[in-house]
T-cell receptor
Framework: SQQGEEDPQALSIQEGENATMNCSYK?????LQWYRQNSGRGLVHLIL?????REKHSGRLRVTLDTSKKSSSLLITASRAADTASYFC????????????FGKGTRLSVIA | ETGVTQSPTHLIKTRGQQVTLRCSSQ?????VSWYQQALGQGPQFIFQ???????GRGNFPPRFSGLQFPNYSSELNVNALELDDSALYLC????????????FGSGTRLTVV
């Protein structure tokens, strides 16, 4: 069963614009991770945010986590055509010995 | 340092057959997890191996089985294939059961006809 729900399901923007994707989840978590997937291939780990963190940055990525609302957002600034991919949030309930539970993903299209 | 390598990349099998998928984990990683991803869905957890022992399993029937070897590479075996087993199978490795995130392979696309 899916733990997370990404919103929107699909997003289309112009190159240079910012893209925001949201994720909601149901149970308490130890950490939340964001992954990118190009054309149905392997997942690329983008960023991990722990339950005691509220915001994290990595290059053009900014992730926020609100554990009271059980939600997270991923912001990609100054998007590029190469950012076109599906983005998934995944939650881990414990610090170890726990599977990742994925949402259905957001399909991002960046138009040059 | 190498990433996670999966083989084969594509596979077509007939219903009722058996299949073995292989995964070489990233150097230094002692944990391997397997996921099934149906078209248009997020990955679903199958099972995880830590130091050659299965230490977690998702909601998959016993005909899905696996192994982890002393070099931490892994196999996923599926017996009595069904049409619904058609999916992308992803292997992910990590250090110490995923405490800092996982490195995924490019997957094996299995088609059951």
């Amino acid at each position: 069963s899916q733990q997370g729900e990404e919103d929107p399901q699909a997003l289309s923007i112009q190159e240079g614009e910012n893209a925001t994707m949201n994720c909601s989840y149901k149970t308490s978590i130890n950490n939340l991770q964001w992954y990118r997937q190009n054309s149905g291939r392997g997942l690329v780990h983008l960023i991990l945010i722990r339950s005691n963190e509220r915001e994290k940055h990595s290059g053009r990525l900014r992730v926020t986590l609100d554990t009271s609302k059980k939600s997270s957002s991923l912001l990609i600034t100054a998007s590029r055509a190469a950012d076109t991919a599906s983005y998934f949030c995944a939650t881990a309930r414990f610090s170890g010995n726990t599977p990742l539970v994925f949402g259905k993903g957001t399909r991002l299209s960046v138009i040059a | 340092e190498t990433g996670v390598t999966q083989s084969p990349t594509h596979l077509i099998k007939t219903r009722g057959q058996q299949v073995t998928l292989r995964c070489s984990s990233q150097s230094g990683h002692n944990t391997v997890s397997w996921y099934q991803q149906a078209l248009g869905q997020g990955p679903q957890f199958i099972f995880q191996y830590y130091r050659e022992e299965e230490n977690g399993r998702g909601n998959f029937p016993p005909r899905f089985s696996g192994l982890q070897f002393p070099n931490y590479s892994s196999e996923l075996n599926v017996n009595a294939l069904e049409l619904d087993d058609s999916a992308l199978y992803l292997c992910a490795s990590s250090l110490e059961q995923g405490a800092d995130g996982y490195t995924f392979g490019s997957g094996t696309r299995l088609t059951v006809v």
